[in-house]
């Protein structure tokens, strides 16, 4: 039996390209399936998942609490954006329990060694092995009994009969056996994958089907703040982010991103309004800041930073509707402060308010936070965890909110302002 590692299809002769997807070199000989027999559902037990901290919170907040033993989890971004740098900080946080071995197919002991000292971990006990030959790799893991294994990269192993680094086939093959490796020695292996130029191919993105967690690391490049997000979590939500910062020495945690990302100093200029966002379950604090500026060009710049440009042209059109404010003949420039990349449509009054205090010339006042979907009607509608955003807010120091109108939530610390349309919106900001 032959089965495809990109689709599953099963042949029983071997053949070049799946018939199926298309893929080449994608069959590999598969052990003949063990007759299978239906078990009743209320028979099978209930199997206990043990969960192991990484120790690294904003990290086990992304896992949904820890590592699971057996599990293949993988770890993608682009290249330079942090990912061999919160292996290895891992590494070190799991050595504390017990070994853990750190394969590398790029970078040479002494390269790691000197990444270790930079973060200060050069003492953990963590076993290194330059290796990219999977069957070698697979020895290493028994003969260590190491409790968590580190492969940097993925796109380095090469398995049995591969005729070669960088197909798809290859990545697909070695995530397979790593991950039928995971499960029978019950241990975490977490598997790092460049986000090539070339985007899918051989990627990150053609092995998510196979592994049990797959994170994201994101960051913009002129920014420090690191993102690691999951796109699939087979053991919990995938909607939780963790918040690092890059710094000399390594990625250190952002406990208070809503005070990270709203810092400002001095009086607060037009065009800059704090939104209450929810990432996940949790709320954080942002800064919108717009700038719109006359232009006698043809083609007015409309740009935007951390935030959807359709959504911005869209709320562009609805200022332009329902506010009577010409902006034809304006450059707009939208953006998230601190590099974060959001999509929630809660954001659309802090949008639409950062863009009328910057057209205007008015600034919104310090104190207040703005939260809101916006319709194409111009109303203002409301948003989920509107309590959650507000205690944020309340939490921060911020003494004024305003918010959609129909909603039952009560706060002391916080003034409540419900606008159920723009203009009472723009009015309540006085812009
Ligand atoms: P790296 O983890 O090697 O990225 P990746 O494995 O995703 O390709 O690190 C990327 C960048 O981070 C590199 O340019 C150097 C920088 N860096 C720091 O700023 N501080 C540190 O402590 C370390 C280890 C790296
Ligand atoms: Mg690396």
Avoid at 375 to 390: D, M, N, S, T, Y
């Amino acid at each position: 039996m032959y089965r495809c590692q990109n689709c599953g299809y099963a042949s029983i002769k071997w053949l070049g390209r799946c018939p199926q997807c298309g893929q080449w070199e994608s069959l590999v000989e598969a052990q003949r399936d063990t007759p299978s027999t239906p078990q009743a559902l209320a028979q099978i037990p209930l199997e206990e998942t043990v969960r192991r901290p990484t120790q690294l919170a904003e990290f086990d907040r992304v896992l949904g609490g820890g590592l699971i033993p057996g599990s293949v989890i993988l770890v993608g971004g682009e290249p330079g954006i942090g990912k061999s740098t919160l292996a290895l900080q891992l590494a070190a946080r799991l050595a504390q329990d017990a070994p853990v071995l750190y394969i590398s197919g790029e970078e040479s002991p002494g390269q790691i060694k000197l990444r270790a000292q930079r973060l200060q971990i050069e003492d953990a006990p963590i076993f290194i092995v330059h290796e990219q030959n999977l069957a070698a790799i697979r020895d290493h893991i028994r003969k260590t009994a190491a409790s968590a294994v580190i492969v940097d990269s993925i796109q380095t192993v090469l398995p049995d009969g591969s005729a070669g680094l960088g197909t798809t086939y290859q990545v697909g093959q070695a995530t397979f056996e790593l991950s039928q490796l995971a499960r029978a020695q019950k241990i975490p292996i977490l598997l790092i994958g460049h986000v090539t130029k070339a985007g899918e191919f051989a990627g990150p993105k053609a092995i998510e089907h196979l592994v049990d967690v797959a994170l994201y690391i994101e960051g913009g490049r002129d920014s420090d703040v690191r993102i690691v997000r999951a796109v699939k979590n087979r053991f919990g939500s995938t909607e939780e982010i963790g918040v690092f910062q890059m710094t000399e020495g390594g990625l250190v945690e952002i406990a208070n991103p809503s005070q990270f990302f709203t810092e400002r100093s001095g009086p607060v200029p037009p065009g800059s309004v704090i939104v209450p966002t929810v990432e996940g379950t949790r709320p954080i604090l942002v800064e919108i800041q717009a700038l719109v500026a006359f232009t006698r060009s043809t083609f007015p710049q409309r740009r935007a930073t951390g935030l959807d440009l359709n959504r911005v042209a869209l709320l562009v059109a609805v200022i332009e509707k329902h506010l009577g404010a010409q902006l034809s003949t304006e450059d707009i420039y939208v953006n998230v402060a601190g590099g974060l990349a959001l999509r929630e449509t809660a954001l659309d009054l802090g949008i639409v308010a950062a863009l009328v205090s910057s057209f205007k010339e008015k600034p919104i006042d310090s104190q207040t936070v703005v939260v809101g979907e916006v319709g194409l009607l111009g109303e203002v509608r409301r948003v989920r965890k509107l309590r959650e955003r507000l205690s944020e807010a309340a939490r921060l120091g911020y003494t004024r909110a305003v918010i959609p109108a129909g909603e039952r939530v009560e706060l002391r610390e916080i003034e409540l302002c419900p606008v159920g349309t723009l203009a009472q919106a723009m009015e309540a900001l006085g812009i």
